[in-house]
T-cell receptor
Framework: LAKTTQPISMDSYEGQEVNITCSHNNIATNDYITWYQQFPSQGPRFIIQGYKTKVTNEVASLFIPADRKSSTLSLPRVSLSDTAVYYCLVGGFSGGYNKLIFGAGTRLAVHP | DTAVSQTPKYLVTQMGNDKSIKCEQNLGHDTMYWYKQDSKKFLKIMFSYNNKELIINETVPNRFSPKSPDKAHLNLHINSLELGDSAVYFC?????????FGSGTQLSVL
């Protein structure tokens, strides 16, 4: 199972772009890269997912280099409401088996 | 609203008691999970059910027993509660490669 490493915490200010990088050196061929966001007293919420190259949705962008050994979640122009824990997960559900492992996540604090 | 809902939101009980947490999803998903989030905020999978059948049972004490009456429900029953069972328990369902979580049940064992 692929292990991920991401910063424990980050600070930013409203209006800035935030980039959170995750390392996953032993990612397997069939593994997806998925990011979740968790607010206090809530369950994790899916943000974005990719396999390779770049993915963009209305919330974030996900950059994945060719070797797929890392990925970067980019949050454009953050606001106070983006303060949360962000989890990088690598894995999938091949054969019905849940290979997604949640790490410690990155605590993002957005300041006024 | 379409969602994964679990009850109760908070559960405070004494050691040795038996308690249940209920989970329902109206998303039409076939696979559901129970996760445990400890005080250090690590989320660990406990059980996985696919269409009412148990797929995964991680190394969880047999005091924990999941029950799935139908594919929209996955309840968690805990016998003889211990102090170490205090945590937040999340129910989730899956569509493709995405997980959808409930809002959690904070269990406090006194």
């Amino acid at each position: 199972l692929a292990k991920t490493t991401q910063p424990i915490s980050m600070d930013s200010y409203e209006g800035q772009e935030v980039n959170i990088t995750c390392s996953h050196n032993n990612i397997a061929t069939n593994d997806y890269i998925t990011w979740y966001q968790q607010f206090p007293s809530q369950g994790p919420r899916f943000i974005i997912q990719g396999y390779k190259t770049k993915v963009t949705n209305e919330v974030a962008s996900l950059f994945i280099p060719a070797d797929r050994k890392s990925s970067t979640l980019s949050l454009p122009r953050v606001s106070l409401s983006d303060t949360a824990v962000y989890y990088c997960l690598v894995g999938g559900f091949s054969g019905g088996y849940n290979k997604l492992i949640f790490g410690a996540g990155t605590r993002l604090a957005v300041h006024p | 609203d379409t969602a994964v809902s679990q009850t109760p939101k908070y559960l405070v009980t004494q050691m040795g008691n038996d308690k249940s947490i209920k989970c329902e999803q109206n998303l039409g998903h076939d696979t559901m999970y129970w996760y445990k989030q400890d005080s250090k905020k690590f989320l660990k999978i406990m059980f996985s059910y696919n269409n009412k059948e148990l797929i995964i049972n991680e190394t969880v004490p047999n005091r924990f027993s999941p029950k799935s009456p139908d594919k929209a429900h996955l309840n968690l029953h805990i016998n003889s509660l211990e102090l170490g069972d205090s945590a937040v328990y999340f129910c989730a369902s899956r569509q493709d490669e995405k997980l959808f979580f409930g809002s959690g049940t904070q269990l406090s064992v006194l």
